[in-house]
């Protein structure tokens, strides 16, 4: 076996083979061959600084590691390339300035739902978003009465981290006007400057690789986007890697919401649920209107005797089924279709909602109301459904009436909060995320969403305090368990999102000192 010295720390060819597969496997990224001098430089490092005597040995250590351990924090930071500098690429912030802004604003306003929620996945340190939140600023005169959301996710710590501190170089500006320059950022020293306070507060930075599962979820705060932009990340990955984060990204997009990917970036033109769309010569695409199946879903029971009630039923559901049996026209249809069991409704609808189809579970949950009234599962479950399409005032109101008929559900609140952050009523998201925690201190969501609060509004000790209750609250849990309100992601993977999340802000901020 041939090895190569370097530093002193022997690496393998095999070795260095076995690991581009397993760092392929966990990022997505795939080393090219004028890179390997790079990564045997990285894992030189890495021995050296912690303490491995060959790159065999740290190549076993990371194997057996599910954790982002500071090891792997490293190498990442080393095979990542964070290039990327404020109104990147013209055409597209053309696009976005010209075209997508003025359409969705109208939109948004004639619906009376002045919310934007925009997503820069592989945010590197930053520059993207705040492009777009200056973007915005320019674009919304009214935008002190609007709820906007810019998400900023990379794998890349240190890049997090930079973002968080908003501060740049000349370097970063150079597709950038300066009267940009001048109104938005401050002067600091020599060519340094710092995004206004008034932009570092309208964005949120978090670590997500894209290689997992964690997204679209509410938890990852990853649903019902109108915008992502994914530019200049996919030239790192390969065919199948970027067709399942495409997939996941279809999910993630609200109705009519767009995707922009870089100009090199491989952009497939068939992407089941995108539509290859093109303005100005430049392409992106845009979600397409969500499939319905031809056949209706639950069968609707065609004489009113068929229905099957529980035992014991509630008044609104014998009000509901007179109001069927009145309904229900008297059919001559010779073979009557199969009766519908209640409890069979109910599992289609749970096993809607966790598929995220989301249109499809409310049209479930609106028949089955039909017939048997409000139930508190049912106005949670459609208030689910509603908050992940970006619906977030009637999910408010549905969770608010689902609370009068059982109000010690902690999942209701759960979702009652994660819509009232959506609309940014801050004060009555923490009451509600409180009122979860006590009803379930072991409730995990509910520490995490109670910590990302904490952190926007720039309590950090606190909110570093509540991810630590996050922890705790995971550990006492079977790291198998999937979560409640993020399909997939399981206690365990969501321990890891934790840690990862409190790496970011720790070293940032420092030995959690800062703030309240
Ligand atoms: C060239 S930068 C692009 C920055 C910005 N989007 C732009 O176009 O200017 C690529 C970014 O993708 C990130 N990246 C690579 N693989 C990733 C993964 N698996 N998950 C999340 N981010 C990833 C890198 O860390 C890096 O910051």
Redesign the pocket.
Known sequence: MHSRQKKGFPVSVLCEEALCRHIRG????VIQDHQLENLRETISEICDKFGYASGEEFFDFLQQCEQYVPELEWL??RI??????FF??QSQMDYLRLNWLPEIINRKREKGEKTLRIW??????G??LYSIAIMLHNALPDMESWTLHLLG????TD?LSRAIRGEYGEWSFRATDENIRRQHFIHKSHNQYKIKPQFRSMAKFS??????DSYPSIMTETHAMDLI?????F???DGS?TMN?LKKFTNCLAPEGRLLL?ASDMMPTAVDGLEFSEWGGMFYYRRADEKYSPQPLIKMPRKPQAITLPDTPSAPQLAAAERAEKLTPVSAAPVPAAPAEPKSIDTRIRELLREERWSEAIAAITQYMDIHGETSAMLQHRAKALSNRGESMQAVQLCQRSIELDPLNHHTYLIMALALLELNRMQEAEAALRKVIYLNRDFIEAHFHLALLQLRLGKVKSGLKSLENALSAAGRTDPGRELHHAVGMTVGRFAEVVKNEILVYDRHYGARSAGH
């Open positions: 966990r990022t997505g990224i990442i930071s990542t390339v964070g290039e990327t500098y990147r690429d820069s996945a592989g945010c590197s340190s520059q993207e996710t990379d794998i890349n890049g670590f997500l690789n894209l290689a997992d932009l994914c530019r200049n990340v030239i790192y990955f890697m984060v870089g």
